[in-house]
């Protein structure tokens, strides 16, 4: 599965931003997908994941709330909306696949695929 990234930028916080995540190769449907982020520093953490349907999802506790996870199987994309958005959401965001759902998201080390990161910066 190849993945692409796109949507981020630098935003004041409280702000918005969404990310999308255009995948290519493979069955997308066959594939649970999710988002991480690194920021500097830092070890690459889990942001949010979705189910192969779209049915169900699952978020770190940091972003519950302000972070939505969706997916568009017709399109072959997953989207990372985000508002809210704080000085500590800066990092670089990246895309995942896997064909696994459920507690495996929590570990990055256990992904398939990974697309390139999209920075995300939020000034205070």
């Known amino acids: 599965v190849q993945l692409q990234a796109s949507g981020g930028g630098l935003v004041q916080a409280g702000g918005s931003l969404r990310l999308s995540c255009a995948a290519s190769?493979?069955?997308?449907?066959?594939?649970?997908m999710g988002w991480f982020r690194q920021a500097p520093g830092k070890e690459r953490e889990f942001v949010a994941a979705?189910?192969?349907?779209?049915?169900?999802?699952l978020y770190a506790d940091s972003v519950k709330g302000r972070f939505t996870i969706s997916r568009d199987n017709a399109k072959n994309t997953v989207y990372l909306q985000m508002v809210s958005l704080k000085p500590e959401d800066t990092a670089v965001y990246y895309c995942?696949?896997?064909?696994?759902?459920?507690?495996?998201?929590?570990?990055?080390?256990?992904?398939?695929?990974w697309g390139k990161g999209t920075q995300v910066t939020v000034s205070s």
């Open positions: 995942a696949a896997d064909p696994q759902y459920g507690s495996s998201w929590y570990d990055w080390n256990r992904m398939d695929y």
């Open positions: 190769g493979r069955t997308f449907s066959n594939y649970a």
């Open positions: 979705v189910s192969w349907t779209g049915r169900s999802t």
